[in-house]
Structure formats: C-alpha cells, structure tokens
C-alpha cells in the first residue's frame, strides 16, 4: 500500500537545546540519520509521541541546512511538556512537509525584506531568515526586528548573537519589554519600536508573533505607509489532519494547514475575521 | 432496463449476498430504519429512509489509522489495514448517493485518503428510487431527483417488481452476475412511477426552497449578517445536526493505549462541539453563535466557493427531524436570504 498522509514516519531526536525558561529546540533526524524530508521555509510538520498526542510545529532550520530539521517548541500543553522533559535519543513520529511556505523563490526574491517576530515567533521565520542569508545574493536588504518580554525569552539568542549580529550584510533589532540588568539595547514593545526605526517602505515584511503584537504593528506599519499587500504573517490554528480534510483550521474557503500557514494581509482580509 | 418479481427478492438478496458483503435498510426493534449485513430472512425497510445516512460505508464513526508499539525511547509504526472486502449497499436513496459525490470531493483530492479510497473501490451502490418524500425533503432544491437516483445500479420498486439499471461498470458485473434471476423489461411502469412521484414532489412544502442566494460573492455579509445571534440562541450544541448528516465529514485523530501498545484511530468530530477549534493559546470560536455560523457557513458558502458552486447539503432532511430545537439548514438560509437581496 501506498504511503498514506496519516501514516508517520519515524524521527530521533538527537539534539536538545534550552532557548529559553519555556523554550528549547529540538534537532530531529531519520533512523538512518539522514533528514526525513525536504521543505520549504515557513512549512510546518506534525510531530507526535503515540498516547500523549500529535501536533503541528513549523519547522525552524532552514531548508539550506542538509543535515537535519529543527523545532523550537515553546512549553504549553500535554504534548509539548512531554517533549520538553524527554531525553536525547528519544524516537518520534513525523509527517509532512505541510503548506504553503513563504514564497522565498518567487515574489520575495530580489526584495528587501523586514523581519518582525515577537517571542517564539521567531520559530517559523529563522527557517528564512537563515535561507535568505545563505542565498544572500538573491535579496537585497535584510533587517531583523525581534522582541521578548526579557533577554531570557529571546529564542535562538545565541545564533543571533554569534551569527546574525556579525552578519554586516544584515541589520539586526533587539528589544526587551522592561528594564532588565545586563542589558544594554533597546527597551520597549516590538509595535513601538517598528515606528521607531521607521523602515524603508520598499520593503517587504514577514511577521510572526503574539496575535496582539500582530494587530498593533500592523497598524502601525499602516500607518507609516505600508499596504497590506507587503505584509507576510504565518498563522497557526488547531490543526488534526495537516492535508485539509479533518476541517479544524478552516477559515472561509481556506486552510490554514494546506492553503496556509503563510498569508499576505490582503488574502487574510477577504476571509472571515475568526482566527 | 431489467426487472425481477418481487416474489424472489429474498433469493436476488441471497445471490448478492454469496458473492460480497451485502447491506440494506432494514427496521430496527423501534421500527426504525438501519443498514444491516443481510441475512436469511432480513425484510428490506418500507421506511423512506435510514436514520443514519450511508456515509458510515465509507467514512465510518471510527476507524484506525495506525498502530504503534512503544518501547524505551523506540517506536515501532504499524499499519493496521488488511484487504477492504467486497461490498454491496442495496436501497440507498439519490440523497444520500448524491453525498458520496461530495465525500469524494474532500476524501479523494490530492492527498487522496486511502481508507476512504479502498471502500470507494470496493463498494457497489444500489440506489432505490423515491416513491413517497416527505415534507422534509428537499433534495430537489439542490438538482436531485429522488425518481431517478445515481450509484452503481438504480432500481425501482413498483407493486409487483424490482426495476434495475446498470449505470457503471461495476453496476453492469454485478448484474450480468444475476442475470438468471433478471428479465429484460419494458420501462413504461418506472416512467409512470417517476411521474407520480415528481408531482408530489412539487406539492411539497420545500418545493420552493432553494439555496441560489448563497452562490454568489457573499462570503463575508453573510458571516457579519446579524442575524447568526438569533439563530444560534438555542443551540445546544450536541452536534446531532452533524452526525446525522450525508455530508459532514469533520474529524477528530486520537490515540488510545490498547495495553499492548497505542492505537490510532479517527472519528467524527462536530464544529458544533466546544473544543472542536480549542487550543492551548484560546479558542477562536469562544461561543455557540461562531460554531452555529461555521456549520451553515462552510454548506452554503465555503464548500461551494471550493467546489465549483456545488452546496454541501444534499436535502435528505435528516437534521430537520433530528434537531432537538427545531433548527436546520432551511430555516437559516431563508433567515439568511432576507439580507442578500
């Protein structure tokens, strides 16, 4: 018989780091330790662990990455605590890649593009963020905009260091919510500070983030003069299926697993507010 | 077109039923219509209709879908499914014949659903046509005629005879397989039949009703209409609407530990319920009024934005009898209606 969608596959996990008190970032591989499949940025897949439960995470490491697929998951449910307290070597199942992805090789290539995440929000866009920067010289100008609600939640904070900072071909934004000992960047709300730095309206923005952060930058990317049609979210619903069939995620005539998760805000205008 | 005395209906039964898995309505204790697995004896229901749909034969309310055998920190995935057997399900009406059509259309695209498929395949649907609808049909609202069903085979019943029509492949082997007990027969009793049964079916009091409002580019007056609140006020929420139905086709995937290992199975699962679209970070359908308006929302005006304008709802009028309040499909359209024109 045929490979069935619903059917997993099977993954290990052979990696384990703490991004955050709530957060940590799984490395997955094959049995034969290969990649068990290829996306495309923003795509997500569902991992599970049989009898606690199976969810959809987007997949974090970029497709440029050969080696293996990673998944930073923030700590908030059955399944997730189950993942956060295993050890390395661990077996789990996989299934995907599912949806749209960002369109990194069609309307966002030879574009400057602004990246704004908020928390774990960062998760779906370091997939691209970390493509980009490997085909560096099919984009133009990259600037990074991310926030947390203090240096300790900022996801991935050691590649942003390490990596992202001493990339001179990128810009790169940080800021914390309040105050906080040992830091000395910006302070203050990602929404603010967008209006702040006031960005090129050339650009094209990719955001991911708290649904409340989304709303008030949104509003303020509007009000500097951005349209709709530059704007990029990814949106995450509860999800079964993953291939547009158990009927969770629908939104109007959508599916945020098949026809989502990636939606410019003009698409996400003409469906229903219900999400 | 072919017919049988009904004299020898239990021995056309009994010939199926020695070649593949046969099932028809049959009256239940209460004396209400349900498909059964034929058996020496089993009497085909008078009933109009079952009071579950077809649907169960092949999007039944659980099936597994995988099994997995845990041990240390492995994991071993197996699947459960051995070879789909032959099937024949006599007496389906052209409702729910029609809601295969929509079935297929979720379960057969691209990713095709291989349980789903395997019974497809393995099914022959006899259709019997309609000779008393009721007040609550209104399958003709939505191009269906009850004299003329689809499926495999389609087959009148007069007062003396079974009529039959081969209309696909697999309805012409499974009556050239019965061919000793058939006869060549003239259609003019069937036509006679069809006729008497199309002037009922204009004296119905949902002959009028139609859905046409829906078809064009209303998608967010019709989800912002007002009038949801009204609706939805005494839904209870107990998703009888949906199980009930030929066409709802949401499910649920859950895992169940059998004591030697974990079990995969789905099931049928209701927009109408609470937790349908909960999770961890909140629901986006916090009340009855956002489940309500899904349900209606993705017949008239999602599903037919996908398909084509094809509606997803077939008439069959199951949720009409069934509604413990009294709410249905046509009572929110022609509410609906009002504020479209």
Redesign the interface.
Same mark, same amino acid.
């Given at each position: 018989?045929?490979q069935?969608?619903?059917?997993?596959?099977?993954g290990v996990v052979t990696d384990i780091r703490i991004d955050t008190p709530d957060v940590k970032t799984f490395r997955v591989v094959g049995l034969d330790g290969k990649k068990v499949f290829e996306h495309v940025p923003g795509q997500c897949a569902m991992l599970s662990i049989? =009898?606690?439960?199976?969810a959809m995470f987007s997949i974090t490491s970029s497709p440029t990455n050969t080696e293996y697929m990673e998944f930073s998951i923030k700590k908030? =449910?059955c399944l997730?605590s189950w993942l956060h307290q295993m050890?390395v070597?661990?077996?789990?199942?996989i299934r995907g890649p599912y949806g749209n992805g960002f369109p990194v090789e069609t309307a966002l290539r030879g574009k400057d593009l602004l990246f704004i995440a908020g928390g774990i929000g960062l998760a779906p866009l370091r997939s691209v963020i970390n493509y980009v920067r490997d085909k560096r010289e099919n984009y133009g100008n990259i600037q990074i905009i991310y926030g947390s609600r203090s240096m300790d939640d900022l996801v991935d904070y050691k590649e942003i260091l390490d990596e992202w900072m001493r990339d001179e071909s990128i810009t790169v934004n940080l800021t914390i919510d309040r105050e906080q000992e040992g830091w000395d960047g910006h302070v203050g709300f990602v929404p603010n500070y967008v209006k702040e730095l006031s960005p090129d309206l050339g650009k094209t923005v990719l955001m991911c983030g708290p649904p409340i952060m989304i709303k008030f930058t949104l509003a303020g990317l509007k009000e500097l003069g951005f349209s709709d049609t530059q704007v990029y979210t990814t949106m995450?619903?509860?999800m079964?299926?993953g291939?547009?069939?158990?009927?969770?995620c629908?939104i109007?005539?959508k599916y945020v697993c098949k026809d989502g998760p990636v939606f410019r805000f003009d698409q996400l205008g003409?469906l229903?507010d219900?999400? | 077109m072919q017919k049988l005395s009904l004299e020898k209906l239990g021995g056309f039964f009994a010939a199926i039923a020695e070649k593949a898995a046969l099932y028809l309505p049959v009256d239940n204790a209460a004396g209400q219509a349900q498909y059964q697995r034929w058996s020496e004896g089993a009497v085909l229901s008078s009933a109009l209709n079952t009071v579950r749909s077809a649907k169960d034969f092949f999007f039944p309310q659980t099936e597994n879908l995988v099994d997995f055998k845990l041990k240390g920190k492995t994991i071993e995935i197996t699947d459960p499914r051995t070879e789909q057997e032959d099937f024949v399900v006599f007496g389906v009406r052209a409702c729910d014949a029609r809601s295969f059509s929509i079935l297929d259309k979720v379960f057969l695209a691209d990713p095709v659903d291989g349980y789903y498929k395997a019974r497809r395949e393995h099914g022959t649907i006899v259709t019997l046509a309609c000779t008393e609808p009721e007040e609550t049909c209104f399958c003709q609202s939505f191009g269906i005629d009850p004299a003329e069903p689809a499926g495999d085979v389609s087959c009148w019943k007069t007062g003396t005879d079974l009529f039959l029509r081969a209309n696909t492949e697999k309805g012409e082997a499974l009556l050239s397989s019965l061919s000793a007990l058939l006869e060549e027969a003239d259609e003019a009793p069937v036509r006679a039949q069809q006729e008497a049964t199309r002037e009922i079916l204009k004296k119905l009091p949902l002959a009028a009703f139609t859905t046409e409002s829906f078809g064009g580019d209303v998608l967010k007056k019709v989800f912002d209409s007002e009038k949801w609140a009204e609706l939805s006020q005494s839904c209870l929420g107990c998703g009888t609407c949906t199980f009930v139905c030929p066409t709802c086709q949401c499910y649920d995937i859950r895992d169940f530990d059998t004591g030697h290992g974990v079990r995969r199975f789905r099931c049928w699962d209701s927009c109408m319920y609470s937790d349908f679209t909960r999770m961890a970070h909140g629901n986006p359908r916090l009340t009855q009024k956002e489940r309500f308006r899904q349900r209606f929302m993705h017949k008239l005006v999602y599903f037919p934005a996908n398909n084509n304008g094809e509606y997803g709802c077939v008439g069959c009028g199951r949720c009409l009898a069934k509604c413990p309040i009294h709410m249905n499909i046509v009572k929110v359209a022609k509410t609906l209606e009002g504020e479209l024109k």
């Amino acid at each position: 018989m045929s490979q069935e969608a619903l059917i997993p596959l099977l993954g290990v996990v052979t990696d384990i780091r703490i991004d955050t008190p709530d957060v940590k970032t799984f490395r997955v591989v094959g049995l034969d330790g290969k990649k068990v499949f290829e996306h495309v940025p923003g795509q997500c897949a569902m991992l599970s662990i049989p =009898g606690v439960g199976e969810a959809m995470f987007s997949i974090t490491s970029s497709p440029t990455n050969t080696e293996y697929m990673e998944f930073s998951i923030k700590k908030c =449910g059955c399944l997730t605590s189950w993942l956060h307290q295993m050890d390395v070597g661990q077996q789990i199942t996989i299934r995907g890649p599912y949806g749209n992805g960002f369109p990194v090789e069609t309307a966002l290539r030879g574009k400057d593009l602004l990246f704004i995440a908020g928390g774990i929000g960062l998760a779906p866009l370091r997939s691209v963020i970390n493509y980009v920067r490997d085909k560096r010289e099919n984009y133009g100008n990259i600037q990074i905009i991310y926030g947390s609600r203090s240096m300790d939640d900022l996801v991935d904070y050691k590649e942003i260091l390490d990596e992202w900072m001493r990339d001179e071909s990128i810009t790169v934004n940080l800021t914390i919510d309040r105050e906080q000992e040992g830091w000395d960047g910006h302070v203050g709300f990602v929404p603010n500070y967008v209006k702040e730095l006031s960005p090129d309206l050339g650009k094209t923005v990719l955001m991911c983030g708290p649904p409340i952060m989304i709303k008030f930058t949104l509003a303020g990317l509007k009000e500097l003069g951005f349209s709709d049609t530059q704007v990029y979210t990814t949106m995450e619903l509860r999800m079964k299926c993953g291939v547009g069939k158990c009927g969770r995620c629908n939104i109007g005539n959508k599916y945020v697993c098949k026809d989502g998760p990636v939606f410019r805000f003009d698409q996400l205008g003409e469906l229903p507010d219900e999400y | 077109m072919q017919k049988l005395s009904l004299e020898k209906l239990g021995g056309f039964f009994a010939a199926i039923a020695e070649k593949a898995a046969l099932y028809l309505p049959v009256d239940n204790a209460a004396g209400q219509a349900q498909y059964q697995r034929w058996s020496e004896g089993a009497v085909l229901s008078s009933a109009l209709n079952t009071v579950r749909s077809a649907k169960d034969f092949f999007f039944p309310q659980t099936e597994n879908l995988v099994d997995f055998k845990l041990k240390g920190k492995t994991i071993e995935i197996t699947d459960p499914r051995t070879e789909q057997e032959d099937f024949v399900v006599f007496g389906v009406r052209a409702c729910d014949a029609r809601s295969f059509s929509i079935l297929d259309k979720v379960f057969l695209a691209d990713p095709v659903d291989g349980y789903y498929k395997a019974r497809r395949e393995h099914g022959t649907i006899v259709t019997l046509a309609c000779t008393e609808p009721e007040e609550t049909c209104f399958c003709q609202s939505f191009g269906i005629d009850p004299a003329e069903p689809a499926g495999d085979v389609s087959c009148w019943k007069t007062g003396t005879d079974l009529f039959l029509r081969a209309n696909t492949e697999k309805g012409e082997a499974l009556l050239s397989s019965l061919s000793a007990l058939l006869e060549e027969a003239d259609e003019a009793p069937v036509r006679a039949q069809q006729e008497a049964t199309r002037e009922i079916l204009k004296k119905l009091p949902l002959a009028a009703f139609t859905t046409e409002s829906f078809g064009g580019d209303v998608l967010k007056k019709v989800f912002d209409s007002e009038k949801w609140a009204e609706l939805s006020q005494s839904c209870l929420g107990c998703g009888t609407c949906t199980f009930v139905c030929p066409t709802c086709q949401c499910y649920d995937i859950r895992d169940f530990d059998t004591g030697h290992g974990v079990r995969r199975f789905r099931c049928w699962d209701s927009c109408m319920y609470s937790d349908f679209t909960r999770m961890a970070h909140g629901n986006p359908r916090l009340t009855q009024k956002e489940r309500f308006r899904q349900r209606f929302m993705h017949k008239l005006v999602y599903f037919p934005a996908n398909n084509n304008g094809e509606y997803g709802c077939v008439g069959c009028g199951r949720c009409l009898a069934k509604c413990p309040i009294h709410m249905n499909i046509v009572k929110v359209a022609k509410t609906l209606e009002g504020e479209l024109k």
